[in-house]
């Protein structure tokens, strides 16, 4: 724990539980042992770019082969340059071709409990279709479609029939508010929207065409917007402009061979949840994204054909992009796609969805996991859920108690969890357990997936020790990686690539055991600096979540004239009151479980945190909250602004 030139981050947290993979798991699983995966992760490592090369050739469909696996003028890639391919056939034409049509792709759940399914073969016929139908509409290659819809089969068709053609999707998470949608849709100059009259949410109709109505009043690029009707709420369709979903269909043609598109061709635009400012539109483009969402569906999730998987993400995130969608379709897998909330009609909702369709593999968010704790265990354990084999998360480190809960309550102590780090920019799973092979630790998500190559640095750039927090870097190009801000190379340069030279800058902080374990610890931005120890946001929070009546925390530093920063927390609680009594004996349990340094100054007890729509804490806010500023900065993503309001008025 050196933190003298604080430039380090001090580790405070202790978490030595491992749980190998169980022989019966491992042997069925495509990577066996540590051994196995240790030497695909030297191989790829010696040479990434070969590595990534092969696997293209194998696992994607050609129509014109590539000439070189990667050429890297940085900050900018071009991967399988020369290529053409396209990531609708890699979906959908080649499991028709390899005689997997009448397999399930996508089995779906509506809120109000209705469903419906999907066999590769219709999914294929569906997305035709409707790619006829944007071609009606004058959508060609390289224009922006703009999607704002429910978790519904049609977005997922929607996505893929822009694939289909070379259109770019840019998909807006269907809670965002009509400046949102405008500001995006300016932002990309989408040229056509496609939306519904409403989505269900928790039993009522979100209105959404009414809300679209609104920001098209504000996107003048957009030239005609599709419009599906899954409530039957009455909306106004404006001539010319508006079409019904279903009377496009009617005339459309299910004939719509897949264009060939140059391996570089953008796919979509996606703007980041928005957690540290304001978002941005991270590019994606065809092979490389595609190859890279495939094989590390295939890796992580040890995907075997009798498998149902179900990853809980919206299509609005990255997650729903790459796992709900392009990883799991390309694979040739069963997916599921639910519409409503988790807690609708009840807190068990995605439990009875579980024991319903014999979910094998479950991947949802921490911020779920802590909801369902603090739900409470009853809602779980009415249900069968022996279908599971393995469970993931992704979007915020989970805390080590709540990980404990997770492999107990859920998978039985017999599933497997991979805690997967990603982001948005990196287009897949980065670092995770791959569960045939790599024991867990609690709250650690483990090692780099093979190809990956994560260097922790200081803030001169230079490599830490073991144990010692710094920068998360990746210090060679992946297929997946992002290939640029949308409109603003300046921004690219700026905040992945300036700070350290040569390797991008995840924005995380991170340290590694003893053991080539990665622990991430937040981000850069949110790092406390107590007298003139760095301390890492989830470790302070981990220790407060392992209290048993603590359901969620935020920790964040305010400025204090002695320490230089003080511990200030924002505590949810899961049956009790707040007390004072509480109060100091969580200040005992901190200083108890990670050391006097990390004692919090403040502790503020509220309902909830303010969070993004999916779900991830937004430290920045609480931070001004703390230090007692007004909020400054890109509020857009905040899911609840009465949250900000009431931590106000409980100051
Ligand atoms: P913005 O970049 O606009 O602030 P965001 O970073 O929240 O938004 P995402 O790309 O969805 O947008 O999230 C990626 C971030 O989520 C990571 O950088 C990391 O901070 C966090 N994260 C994701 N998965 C994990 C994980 N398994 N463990 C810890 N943190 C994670
Ligand atoms: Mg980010």
């Known amino acids: 724990?050196?933190?003298?030139?604080?430039?380090?981050?001090?580790?405070?947290?202790?978490?030595?539980?491992?749980?190998?993979?169980?022989?019966?798991?491992?042997?069925?699983?495509?990577?066996?042992?540590?051994?196995?995966?240790?030497?695909?992760?030297?191989?790829?490592?010696?040479?990434?770019?070969?590595?990534?090369?092969?696997?293209?050739?194998?696992?994607?469909?050609?129509?014109?082969?590539?000439?070189?696996?990667?050429?890297?003028?940085?900050?900018?890639?071009?991967?399988?340059?020369?290529?053409?391919?396209?990531?609708?056939?890699?979906?959908?034409?080649?499991?028709?071709?390899?005689?997997?049509?009448?397999?399930?792709?996508?089995?779906?759940?509506?809120?109000?409990?209705?469903?419906?399914?999907?066999?590769?073969?219709?999914?294929?016929?569906?997305?035709?279709?409707?790619?006829?139908?944007?071609?009606?509409?004058?959508?060609?290659?390289?224009?922006?479609?703009?999607?704002?819809?429910?978790?519904?089969?049609?977005?997922?068709?929607?996505?893929?029939?822009?694939?289909?053609?070379?259109?770019?999707?840019?998909?807006?998470?269907?809670?965002?508010?009509?400046?949102?949608?405008?500001?995006?849709?300016?932002?990309?100059?989408?040229?056509?929207?496609?939306?519904?009259?409403?989505?269900?949410?928790?039993?009522?109709?979100?209105?959404?065409?009414?809300?679209?109505?609104?920001?098209l009043a504000k996107s003048p690029s957009v030239e005609h917007c599709i419009v599906l009707n899954r409530v039957n709420e009455a909306v106004e369709m404006k001539s010319g402009r508006d079409h019904w979903w279903r009377d496009l269909m009617a005339k459309a043609s299910d004939d719509c061979p897949a264009t060939p598109l140059d391996s570089e061709a953008p796919l979509f635009i996606l703007y980041t949840s928005g957690s540290t400012g304001k978002p941005k539109g991270i590019k994606h483009t065809t092979a490389g994204y595609n190859l890279f969402a495939k094989k590390t569906f295939q890796w992580v999730f040890d995907h075997r054909e009798d498998d149902v998987f179900w990853c809980t993400a919206d299509c609005g995130w990255v997650t729903g992009h790459s796992y709900v969608v392009y990883g799991p379709l390309s694979a040739g897998a069963t997916c599921l796609m639910y519409e409503g909330a988790p807690n609708f009609p009840d807190e068990g909702r995605f439990w009875e969805i579980v024991e319903k369709y014999k979910v094998s593999i479950f991947y949802t968010a921490p911020t779920a996991i802590r909801a369902f704790i603090k739900w409470g265990d009853e809602h779980v354990e009415k249900h069968d859920l022996s279908s599971l084999r393995l469970l993931g998360t992704v979007g915020e480190g989970i805390n080590p108690e709540a990980w404990m809960w997770y492999h107990k309550k859920i998978g039985g102590e017999r599933c497997p969890i991979v805690d997967t780090w990603w982001q948005t920019e990196t287009g897949g799973i980065m670092m995770s357990p791959l569960p045939g092979a790599i024991p867990t630790k609690p709250g650690s998500c483990t090692k780099p997936l093979p190809g990956i190559i994560p260097e922790i640095v200081d803030e001169s750039g230079k490599l830490v020790g073991a144990n010692?927090?710094?920068?998360?870097?990746?210090?060679?190009?992946?297929?997946?990686?992002?290939?640029?801000?949308?409109?603003?190379?300046?921004?690219?340069?700026?905040?992945?690539?300036?700070?350290?030279?040569?390797?991008?800058?995840?924005?995380?902080?991170?340290?590694?055991?003893?053991?080539?374990?990665?622990?991430?610890?937040?981000?850069?931005?949110?790092?406390?600096?107590?007298?003139?120890?760095?301390?890492?946001?989830?470790?302070?929070?981990?220790?407060?979540?392992?209290?048993?009546?603590?359901?969620?925390?935020?920790?964040?530093?305010?400025?204090?004239?002695?320490?230089?920063?003080?511990?200030?927390v924002f505590v949810t609680l899961k049956n009790v009151e707040p007390s004072d009594e509480l109060r100091s004996a969580l200040k005992q349990h901190v200083r108890k479980e990670i050391g006097a340094l990390a004692q919090p100054d403040d502790i503020r007890f509220t309902n909830s945190l303010p969070k993004t729509r999916s779900g991830k804490i937004m430290r920045r806010l609480l931070k001004d909250i703390a230090a007692g500023k007004e909020t400054v900065g890109d509020t857009t993503t905040l899911e609840d602004y009465t949250v900000l309001a009431s931590l106000r008025e409980e100051e």
């Not at 509506?110 to 279709?129: F, I």
């Not at 290939?483 to 590694?512: F, H, M, P, T």
């Open 1 to 215: 724990m050196t933190s003298q030139t604080g430039r380090q981050i001090d580790t405070v947290m202790q978490e030595s539980r491992l749980f190998p993979p169980r022989p019966s798991f491992s042997d069925k699983a495509r990577i066996k042992s540590l051994a196995e995966y240790e030497a695909l992760w030297n191989k790829a490592a010696a040479d990434p770019a070969n590595f990534w090369g092969e696997l293209a050739r194998e696992e994607l469909h050609w129509f014109e082969p590539f000439t070189e696996a990667l050429n890297w003028k940085e900050p900018f890639a071009e991967w399988f340059v020369g290529g053409k391919t396209n990531a609708s056939y890699n979906c959908l034409d080649a499991q028709v071709a390899a005689g997997q049509g009448d397999r399930v792709a996508i089995l779906w759940e509506g809120e109000p409990g209705d469903s419906r399914q999907l066999t590769y073969a219709e999914l294929h016929r569906e997305v035709s279709k409707f790619a006829n139908c944007l071609k009606s509409l004058g959508v060609g290659e390289g224009d922006v479609v703009s999607i704002y819809m429910p978790m519904v089969p049609e977005l997922a068709i929607a996505m893929l029939a822009c694939a289909r053609i070379g259109a770019i999707h840019s998909v807006i998470f269907a809670g965002f508010s009509a400046e949102a949608i405008a500001d995006r849709n300016n932002d990309a100059q989408a040229k056509v929207q496609i939306t519904a009259d409403a989505a269900w949410r928790r039993g009522k109709a979100l209105p959404l065409k009414q809300t679209v109505d609104e920001a």
């Open 468 to 568: 010692q927090g710094g920068w998360l870097t990746i210090a060679h190009p992946w297929p997946g990686m992002l290939r640029g801000i949308w409109g603003d190379d300046d921004r690219y340069k700026e905040v992945y690539w300036s700070k350290v030279q040569g390797k991008y800058l995840a924005g995380d902080n991170a340290r590694c055991d003893d053991d080539g374990y990665y622990w991430i610890m937040g981000r850069i931005d949110d790092v406390l600096n107590v007298s003139g120890h760095r301390l890492s946001t989830i470790e302070i929070e981990s220790a407060l979540v392992s209290h048993p009546n603590v359901a969620e925390a935020a920790a964040v530093g305010r400025p204090d004239d002695l320490k230089g920063e003080a511990v200030a």
